[in-house]
């Protein structure tokens, strides 16, 4: 049975990692009682064990040990006693291939026919092994433990031996022509990013003026930011993000960059001419906001004028509430409402 367990554990350990955070071992023993009514015990089992990494404890093994045929001195009884023990077991150097190590326990003791004052129980037991690696795969261990039975009876010594197979996480093996593909694969796809990236920025520099139509159709190349343009890039009209404070019609200075960058593009095309529309939000009676959306709109004229727009070209009017751009029921809402727009005529 223990060699069936053995060669299963062998295969086991060949799928399994490099990362290895647990043994399974298999155990044999030899045990003296220092009471001379039983013989010696000869024992085998099995053991698991977790390793630990940048801890004090090493690792934290729970065995199991059984002698099916242990005989009484001076007698023809024989017994079978079991020992389950968990052991904190130390390395006592940096060294995991070789090293000394100590272990401490507790346990339980079974004796299947108690005879001789020989009774089973708990017990502790102290020791130092010897453990050797021999490859990825496998670990011989010796060790030497003294065990102390709680009930005061005569201790026993155990020489214990172990085969041990460590496993963990799966160790996956790359073969050299797969990293070649991902290699290959990896430089197609950044020449397609790259190639994507190349083609984004000759469209974007195929529209100076950034207005969605490309300079080859684009017959008026200058067209301010946020205008809107017809299918042949001329602009038609623009949103000059200007907005009043409630019931004034005074324009903000934060603006003036706006109006200056406006009227630059106006001198530049003396062939448009303009329409200021101006609005007010919903608060105030109609006839009210009407001549308050006027004075907005003459505001906003006599500004382009001072930054020498000819006056002829320009138009004002207010269209009082009408139009709203977002929802009067809210302060942000008709903020935006507060707002001029221009229309361009050629």
């Given at each position: ?244 404070e409630s019931n004034s019609d ?26 200021i529309k101006a609005y007010t ?66």
């Amino acid at each position: 049975m223990y060699k069936i367990i053995f060669v299963f554990l062998i295969l086991i350990s060949n799928i399994v990692a490099e990362n290895k955070d647990y043994e399974i071992s298999l155990l044999s023993a030899v045990t003296k009682t220092l009471d001379t009514k039983i013989e010696k015990q000869l024992s085998f089992g099995l053991a698991i064990g977790k390793n630990f990494k940048n801890s004090f404890i090493d690792q934290i093994e729970l065995s199991h040990l059984q002698s099916k045929n242990t005989s009484y001195k001076n007698t023809s009884e024989k017994t079978k006693i079991t020992r389950t023990t968990l052991n904190a077991i130390f390395n006592l150097s940096k060294n995991d291939d070789s090293t000394f190590f100590a272990l401490i326990g507790l346990g339980n003791e079974h004796v299947n026919n108690e005879l001789n004052d020989y009774e089973g129980g708990i017990f502790a037991d102290y020791g130092i092994g010897y453990k050797h690696k021999i490859n990825d795969y496998g670990i011989l261990k010796a060790d030497l433990r003294h065990i102390l039975k709680v009930s005061g009876e005569k201790d026993n010594v155990s020489l214990v031996l172990a085969i041990s197979i460590p496993f963990g996480s799966k160790v996956i093996t790359v073969p050299r022509s797969r990293i070649l593909k991902i290699y290959e694969e990896e430089k197609v796809v950044k020449a397609e990013v790259i190639e994507k990236i190349v083609e984004e920025k000759i469209i974007v520099n195929n529209d100076i003026d950034n207005d969605g139509v490309l300079n080859e159709y684009d017959q008026c190349k200058n067209t301010p930011n946020g205008a809107k343009v017809d299918n042949v890039g001329c602009i038609i009209s623009v949103n000059l993000a200007i907005n009043f404070e409630s019931n004034s019609d005074k324009i903000n200075k934060k603006y003036k960059n706006k109006f200056t960058k406006f009227a630059v593009f106006l001198n530049d095309n003396p062939t448009y001419n303009v329409i200021i529309k101006a609005y007010t939000d919903s608060k105030g009676s109609h006839p009210y906001n009407l001549i308050l959306s006027q004075k907005r709109a003459d505001s906003t004229i006599k500004e382009l004028i001072k930054l020498n727009v000819n006056e002829s070209r320009l138009k004002a009017i207010g269209y009082g509430e009408q139009d709203p751009i977002a929802s009067n029921f809210t302060k942000e809402g008709r903020a935006y409402n507060r707002r001029v727009s221009a229309v361009i005529k050629k």
